[in-house]
Each structure stands twice: as structure tokens, then as C-alpha cells.
């Protein structure tokens, strides 16, 4: 995951995993993060939550978008883990940024 605040950037190593079969329309829940206020050591926590109201209005989002899908069925599939936290490691911000805005001397 890549978080990027004006010229600043932090990235974070998350795993997490779902399936996904062929012949389905997969609803993957809603996914929430949360970060940590900035400091030297930043976190970040994502999770997946099933919410009937959030599925329904996606599921008539998708439809008027694609209604070539209508009469499908839509599956509910949470990611394995459902919640997952890792720290934020910041990251040089592109070449262009001069010195002046990095935030710690390398």
C-alpha cells in the first residue's frame, strides 16, 4: 500500500488475499484504513466489513453501470484476514521534490 501526502510518500507491506472464481460477480465487503497521525513511526490498519446496506447500493451501482450482469448473482467474499496493521516505512519522494521538502536527511 502507497500513501502519498503532497511531496511526501510512506509505503507499507499488507497480505492479504480473497477468491475470485470465473464464472461469479464477487463483492469483495468494504474496505476501511486507518493511519496513524504523522510521526516517525506511522501505522496503518485496513479492514474488510460486510455491510448489507453497502452491498445493496453497490449491488444497484454495478447494475446500472453493466446491465448486461442483471440476474447474476453477486457472492460476498471477505479477505483472509479480514484486518490486517502494519507500519507505514516512508519512502524518497520522486527526484523532482527538492531537498528542502524531504522530511529526514538520508
Sequence with gaps: MQISEGPFM?????Q???QVAADQVIYVGTWRFGVDSPR??????VSAVQEQEDHTQAERRLMARY???DGRPIA???PIPASAESRLYEV???PRYPRTFRRHCW
Design 10 to 14: 510512506s509505503m507499507a507491506d499488507l
Design 16 to 18: 492479504s488475499s480473497f
Design 40 to 45: 516517525y513511526e506511522r501505522m496503518v490498519v
Design 67 to 69: 446491465p448486461d450482469l
Design 76 to 78: 460476498m467474499v471477505l
Design 92 to 94: 524518497m519522494p520522486y
